[in-house]
């Protein structure tokens, strides 16, 4: 379990983090999400210790991570898949983990193997390594301790759909075994795939978390009718605040099974009538980061 | 993408044995490989060997035949030593932040001390190994020489003197920790480095025979200058004294202002 509590960092009088406070549980994958420059590994490297919080605390399973007498045996680590010696050989990189953290060196094969690393692949320096082999390598680093604790920055990066799809397989059975995952990315479509619960922070601010049944609840209710106006009519009635999607559908935060009544009420007939799911979610994260966003073309409005 | 196979992923904790604390001596250990583990890191270690026995043949094929004794022959061959080891504790250090593996090493082992220490302690054992390589590289020089030149076998390196040999080469090697932990950049180190072994005693020496204030405080205030005589022999109560001061001026304190840039760093 990952338990961060009120973290905060400022560089002079700029603040990158500031009071963030939420728990990464174990069993469960947590996705950090938020656009680049949001704090999410200013975040992550103040919960390993290696940039100093200027206010506020991080934990792992109650001790703070310079406590951990063999970090690596207790938290894996992945900040950036490239941050290696391109020198240095993947099963070298490998062992240099394996002897440090003190376990068997038949820890190393086996990494390799649940990463999908060849022998010929491991004996190349990483130098040579296309982005997607440095993060299953990072990954097989981060594993080489069984540590209980998963922290990666931005994993999926530059894996092709094939290793989002693996990867999420691997945090998904990871998560199931008792495992805690938290993982960063940019792209709410990975945060979707992979992860239970999320939190979302723009700014240095976290402006939502939840787990992703309740963040996709939060997103509402999208209903259609070939009759618009009379189904605006019906939801009128009922006393349910509708917004009109450019598509002529209606958008809502009543709960489905109320619009569902309302229209039955008024003798509307629908075509569709469904939660806001996906687009709904990535509504909400262009909405809430719309202001620390670079790219304003991104935005939409949803109101 | 090949298929997955019965390894887990998860978390089966007890399969790998009781969490203990990792001892000083594994971090050293594993210190000592990474300055071996590149091809980089392999050939500067690797070269010290290499032109100290270039040295050698050099000393047998160029030098007067007085000149074959064993001091001479160690001289010649230490003189890569003495050069190129602050080399590998410099880039022992620079090169987590140069290439970025800090991000791994300081979150494996998070009290930064432990691993500067780990470091040190390797380039020492690097130390000792190839000065015991120059001095018996230096004595086969010498047997070789000698037989060759047909003049008698000169022994004149006392136990004493090889000591304060090593000493001078572990005072250089600090120069380099020092310089990596103050500065935490292998380019920027390298090129410091060179400025104060090749510029700073040409301009010291200049300064010396102009000003006459500064012949008078150089033993004082000159490390290369004070190392000279740890290499050539140390005679007098002051020349220790000597020793004593620019290390603790040049070495001890930017050394521990390097320390604590190392552990309050960021780490990116």
Redesign the interface.
């Known amino acids: 379990m990952i338990t961060i509590e009120a973290l905060s960092k400022a560089y002079g009088g700029n603040t990158v983090v500031q009071d963030i406070s939420f728990t990464a549980r174990s069993g469960r994958v947590t996705g950090f999400l938020g656009p680049n420059g949001a704090g999410k590994s200013t975040s992550m490297?103040m919960m390993?210790?290696?940039?100093?919080p200027t206010r506020g605390t991080a934990t792992i399973n109650g001790r703070r991570?310079?406590d951990?007498?063999?970090?690596?045996?207790?938290?894996g680590?992945m900040?950036?898949a490239?941050?290696?010696?391109?020198?240095?050989?993947g099963g070298?990189?490998l062992t240099?983990?394996q002897?440090?953290?003190?376990?068997?060196s038949s820890?190393v094969a086996?990494?390799l193997?649940?990463v999908?690393l060849?022998g010929d692949e491991a004996d190349r320096r990483v130098g040579n390594y296309s982005l997607g082999m440095r993060q299953r390598l990072g990954i097989a680093?981060a594993?080489v301790?069984?540590?209980?604790v998963l922290i990666l920055d931005e994993p999926a990066n530059g894996l092709d759909p094939?290793?989002i799809r693996?990867m999420r397989?691997?945090?998904r059975?990871?998560a199931?075994?008792?495992?805690t995952v938290l993982l960063s990315s940019h792209l709410l479509g990975e945060i979707e795939i992979i992860a239970d619960d999320i939190v979302m922070i723009g700014q240095g601010r976290i402006v939502c978390q939840g787990s992703k049944a309740e963040l996709l609840q939060a997103a509402g209710t999208v209903v259609r009718s070939p009759d618009v106006a009379a189904l605006r009519e019906a939801m009128g009635t009922a006393g349910i605040q509708v917004t009109v999607l450019p598509d002529g559908s209606l958008r809502t935060d009543t709960d489905i099974a109320d619009v569902g009544r309302a229209a039955y009420d008024g003798g509307v007939l629908l075509t569709e009538l469904r939660t806001a799911d996906s687009g709904g979610l990535e509504d909400m994260f262009l909405e809430l980061t719309a202001d620390t966003q670079r790219d304003t073309h991104t935005e939409r409005s949803v109101a | 993408m090949s298929a997955m196979t019965t390894t887990t992923a998860g978390p089966t904790r007890a399969r790998l044995g009781e969490i203990a604390p990792i001892p000083l001596s594994r971090v050293v250990r594993v210190e000592l490989r990474k300055m071996f583990d590149t091809r980089a890191g392999f050939w500067l270690i690797a070269s010290i060997a290499i032109t100290g026995l270039t040295a050698t043949i050099a000393t047998i094929a160029f030098a007067p035949d007085q000149d074959l004794t064993y001091y001479n022959f160690a001289k010649a061959v230490g003189y890569p030593v003495t050069v190129i080891l602050p080399m590998v504790a410099l880039l022992a250090i620079t090169s987590e932040w140069s290439q970025r593996s800090g991000l791994t090493t300081f979150t494996y082992v998070p009290d930064r001390r432990r691993v500067i220490l780990a470091k040190t302690w390797s380039s020492v054992i690097v130390a000792i190994a190839s000065m015991l390589f120059a001095f018996a590289a230096g004595a086969v020089g010498n047997v070789a020489g000698s037989t060759i030149a047909g003049t008698s076998t000169v022994w004149d390196l006392s136990a004493g003197h090889a000591t304060t040999i090593v000493l001078g080469n572990l005072v250089s090697l600090s120069i380099g920790t020092m310089l990596g932990m103050v500065l935490r950049s292998s380019a920027g180190g390298l090129v410091m480095y060179f400025v104060l072994v090749l510029l700073v005693p040409n301009l010291t020496s200049l300064l010396a025979t102009s000003q006459d204030w500064f012949a008078h405080a150089q033993p004082w205030v000159d490390l290369p200058f004070a190392q000279t005589s740890l290499f050539e022999g140390m005679h007098t109560g002051a020349q220790w004294a000597h020793v004593a001061t620019t290390v603790g001026l040049w070495i001890v304190l930017p050394g521990i202002y390097g320390l604590r840039r190392v552990i309050r760093s960021e780490v990116k």
Not at chain 1, 82 to 89: E, L, V
Not at chain 1, 145 to 148: A, E, I, T, V, Y
Not at chain 1, 176 to 179: A, I, K, L, P, W
């Open positions: 490297r390993v210790g290696l940039t100093a991570f310079a951990l007498p063999n970090p690596g045996r207790e938290v680590v900040l950036d490239s941050a290696q010696h391109a020198g240095r050989t070298e990189i240099i983990a002897r440090v953290m003190g376990v068997p820890r086996e990494l193997d649940l999908s060849t680093a594993l301790g069984d540590p209980g094939a290793g693996w397989d691997l945090l059975d990871y199931d075994h008792g495992g």
